[in-house]
Structure formats: structure tokens, C-alpha cells
């Protein structure tokens, strides 16, 4: 009797500690490893040649920027892909609603309108970003990369920059 007492009381502690974990990762912070080369070299991918935990940056990504979509140009931030939303992209995002900006590809001068921002990666050669798909509706934001938080040589904070001569506000 005392073993099913046991096994009961650690299997509440379990499914407690699993409500509280995942209200956590929804709510105010997760984790996520760097996939794809296209914010290189501020972020290192995880490689397929070596798919254990030494291959690439894993990120805190904090969530309460996106109460009222509290976001800075420059920031980096974690999206779903517009084209296929089961695929999550790291980018920089370099316009806000209301700003103007130049594609590089197109050469066009385009507003961002309401509800959407402008993102690319940092290795433009490498980034699948708004240079293709356009602007992106900011409910595809899942958060803010604040740190890189694995591997311990490159713990630190991710810095918000902008590129020079990207924007114009209006």
C-alpha cells in the first residue's frame, strides 16, 4: 500500500512540474536551436553532420514582447515560416508597421502596412526573408531571442542592431 502511495504522490509532482513547464514555455520564455545559416555569423546552426548538443546556438527566447507586440527595429526574433507555418525561421527584424523601406531585391520602395513588420537574416546570401516573401502579419512572431544560452563559450546576450540605411519612419 505505502508503494501506491508513493507512486501516486510522485506522479502529481510530475504532472504538476509539467503544467508549470509548459506554462512557462507559452507564457514568458523558451528554448530554441538555430537551424540554417541565414543569421550567420551572429547565430551558429546546429550542422547535420553533428546532430548531438556541441553542434550550434540554442536561444532563450522570452515571450512577454508579445503582449501589444512590444518589438524594437533591429531585435532579433523567432517567426513561423508565412509559407509554411509548421517551420520556425530566426530573423532580424529591420521594419515596423508604418515604416518604409527598400527591397534590395526588387528595388521597390515599400510601406510596411498595420499588423505586419519587415525581417531578414544577417547572411543575406543564405536567408529565405520579406526580400522574398514579403511582410510578414505580426501574429507569426512567437518571440524575441534575448541570449544564446548554449555552447557555454558563446553565452551572452543577442544584441538589437539595425543594418545602416535600411528604414525611413515615416
Same mark, same amino acid.
Given at each position: 500500500?505505502? *508503494?501506491?502511495?508513493?507512486?501516486?504522490?510522485?506522479?502529481?509532482?510530475?504532472? *504538476?512540474?509539467?503544467?508549470?513547464?509548459? *506554462?512557462?514555455?507559452?507564457?514568458?520564455?523558451?528554448?530554441?536551436?538555430?537551424?540554417?545559416?541565414?543569421?550567420? /555569423?551572429?547565430?551558429? /546552426?546546429?550542422?547535420?553532420?553533428?546532430?548531438?548538443?556541441?553542434?550550434?546556438?540554442?536561444?532563450?527566447?522570452?515571450?512577454?514582447?508579445?503582449?501589444?507586440?512590444?518589438?524594437?527595429? @533591429?531585435?532579433?526574433?523567432?517567426?513561423?515560416? /508565412?509559407?509554411?507555418?509548421? =517551420?520556425?525561421?530566426?530573423?532580424?527584424?529591420?521594419?515596423? +508597421? @508604418?515604416?518604409?523601406?527598400?527591397?534590395?531585391?526588387?528595388?521597390?520602395?515599400?510601406?510596411? /502596412?498595420?499588423?505586419?513588420?519587415?525581417?531578414?537574416?544577417?547572411?543575406?546570401?543564405?536567408?529565405?526573408?520579406?526580400?522574398?516573401? @514579403?511582410?510578414?502579419?505580426?501574429?507569426?512572431?512567437?518571440?524575441?531571442?534575448?541570449?544564446?544560452?548554449?555552447?557555454? =563559450?558563446?553565452?551572452?546576450?543577442? =544584441?538589437?542592431?539595425? +543594418?545602416?540605411?535600411?528604414?525611413?519612419?515615416?
Amino acid at each position: 500500500m505505502r *508503494t501506491l502511495s508513493s507512486i501516486w504522490w510522485f506522479s502529481k509532482r510530475i504532472a *504538476t512540474g509539467g503544467l508549470i513547464g509548459l *506554462t512557462i514555455s507559452d507564457r514568458w520564455f523558451s528554448f530554441s536551436p538555430v537551424k540554417g545559416f541565414s543569421m550567420y /555569423p551572429t547565430l551558429v /546552426p546546429f550542422s547535420d553532420s553533428s546532430p548531438g548538443a556541441l553542434g550550434g546556438d540554442v536561444l532563450l527566447v522570452e515571450k512577454l514582447c508579445l503582449d501589444k507586440y512590444k518589438f524594437s527595429n @533591429g531585435d532579433v526574433i523567432i517567426l513561423r515560416c /508565412p509559407s509554411n507555418h509548421k =517551420q520556425m525561421l530566426v530573423k532580424r527584424l529591420i521594419a515596423l +508597421p @508604418g515604416d518604409w523601406i527598400r527591397n534590395p531585391v526588387s528595388h521597390d520602395i515599400v510601406k510596411i /502596412p498595420e499588423g505586419h513588420c519587415w525581417v531578414e537574416g544577417d547572411n543575406s546570401g543564405s536567408s529565405f526573408d520579406s526580400r522574398t516573401f @514579403g511582410p510578414v502579419p505580426l501574429g507569426l512572431v512567437k518571440g524575441r531571442v534575448s541570449h544564446v544560452i548554449w555552447p557555454p =563559450q558563446r553565452v551572452g546576450k543577442v =544584441q538589437g542592431r539595425m +543594418p545602416s540605411g535600411k528604414i525611413s519612419s515615416s
